[in-house]
């Protein structure tokens, strides 16, 4: 086999440009004597809350427990209890679905459309029941999952909409929130972020973040992740252990003032491929209205593993990304065997993910472009 040239991921050169400033943050955390709940953590709850137009942040440990913690904060505050069920789409990756379990609720799974490859909205309302509390719009690959239909819908029906912002920090949608941002993690009632080493800024380690403009659920995730303590010794919750290292927090606020460089690159690399694929057997993805973060950059090919062999033996590596639908995964297969889910299903069966990142240079992009051109 051919040397790979191109890998799918590499993390080492995206945080090289940081390093200097990476280690000073490091250097400035060690010598205050605050490792949790301190200046950095406040600092960058601000920022991320100003980034996205929410009123409140709390930094967490990672992405599921954030998701985890505003679910559990609303049976704490009595809109979920027990078997209520909460929407998400059937191709997500499956922290969405096990933040719904994890909280006592059932994840009730919806199809995906061909064209956004987020949740069909327009599939939404037939999967109301009485139970239903919630709807979990997924921004997957960086593209807003958001339009007046889903806002309608959740209206009329009095659903929360709980966020999982983790693949698209710094994206916008066309259709505005239900605050008045038009920013990915402050559109519906609460969002969910993550900040894990890979997503488009990463720690170097676990964090995570949860937004919302409601104050009184900011406040119950705030004392959930905190033990269940709204003051010291003083436990009102059964809560969690959920908090943010304040090194972490020290390393995001370094990369967050360049997000707007990092997505910038990544929609450079992703109009480079789109541009100069044009092979009949590749479908590149869609350029949406709204601000696309391309977290990922997804093909369909409908000989999809002979096209990742081709791409390896050319030195560059691929990734599917999520090889299985969330009913079709074991520890949800005996929950959901009935279930069919044709888009989703399909996109699991002919999808995969070209490298983008900073580890792949423009002329890269061409390269690999032209690579896949040459697949027959
Ligand atoms: C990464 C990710 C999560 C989970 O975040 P962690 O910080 O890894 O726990 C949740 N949902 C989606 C869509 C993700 O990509």
């Known amino acids: 086999m051919a040397d790979?040239?191109?890998?799918?991921?590499?993390?080492?050169?995206?945080?090289?440009?940081?390093?200097?400033?990476?280690?000073?943050?490091?250097?400035?955390?060690?010598?205050?004597?605050?490792?949790?709940?301190?200046?950095?953590?406040?600092?960058?709850?601000?920022?991320?809350?100003?980034?996205?137009?929410?009123?409140?942040?709390?930094?967490?440990?990672?992405?599921?427990?954030?998701?985890?913690?505003?679910?559990?904060?609303?049976?704490?505050?009595?809109?979920?209890?027990?078997?209520?069920?909460?929407?998400?789409?059937?191709?997500?990756?499956?922290?969405?679905?096990?933040?719904?379990?994890?909280?006592?609720l059932v994840p009730r799974l919806v199809d995906i459309s061909p064209i956004t490859l987020n949740m069909d909205t327009a599939k939404i309302e037939a999967a109301i029941i009485v139970r239903t509390r919630g709807i979990m719009p997924v921004h997957l690959y960086g593209t807003p999952c958001w339009d007046r239909m889903l806002k309608a819908i959740a209206e009329s029906y009095h659903l929360k909409i709980i966020e999982d912002n983790a693949q698209a920090i710094g994206a916008r949608s066309t259709t505005v929130g239900l605050n008045s941002s038009y920013s990915t993690g402050a559109l519906g009632d609460a969002a969910g972020w993550s900040f894990y080493p890979t997503k488009n800024i990463g720690a170097l380690g676990d964090a995570g973040m949860v937004t919302t403009c409601d104050e009184s659920l900011a406040e119950a995730v705030r004392t959930l992740a905190n033990y269940g303590a709204d003051k010291r010794?003083?436990?009102?919750?059964?809560?969690?252990?959920?908090?943010?290292?304040?090194?972490?927090?020290?390393?995001?606020?370094?990369?967050?003032?360049?997000?707007?460089?990092?997505?910038?690159r990544r929609d450079r690399l992703a109009h480079i491929y789109s541009d100069n694929i044009i092979n009949e057997s590749i479908t590149t993805p869609a350029f949406l209205p709204g601000k696309q973060v391309w977290h990922q950059y997804p093909l369909r090919v409908a000989e999809r593993d002979r096209f990742r062999a081709y791409m390896l033996e050319h030195g560059v590596e691929t990734d599917v990304i999520y090889p299985m639908p969330i009913h079709k995964l074991p520890c949800y297969a005996d929950d959901y065997a009935e279930l069919r889910f044709v888009e989703a299903e399909k996109l699991s069966q002919d999808l995969v993910c070209l490298p983008i990142g900073a580890h792949i240079s423009a002329e890269d992009g061409r390269i690999i472009a032209d690579i896949a051109n040459s697949f027959k």
């Open 233 to 264: 010794y003083h436990n009102i919750y059964k809560g969690n252990n959920c908090r943010m290292d304040e090194i972490q927090a020290a390393f995001l606020r370094v990369k967050l003032r360049h997000v707007h460089e990092e997505n910038a």
């Open 4 to 104: 790979i040239r191109y890998r799918f991921l590499d993390l080492k050169p995206v945080n090289a440009p940081y390093e200097a400033a990476l280690k000073e943050a490091a250097n400035r955390v060690i010598s205050s004597g605050r490792y949790l709940h301190g200046e950095e953590t406040a600092l960058l709850e601000k920022e991320i809350a100003e980034l996205c137009g929410a009123r409140y942040a709390i930094a967490v440990s990672n992405g599921l427990d954030a998701l985890r913690l505003i679910l559990r904060a609303y049976k704490e505050l009595g809109i979920m209890n027990d078997g209520d069920q909460v929407i998400l789409p059937a191709n997500t990756f499956v922290a969405t679905a096990l933040a719904v379990s994890d909280a006592g």
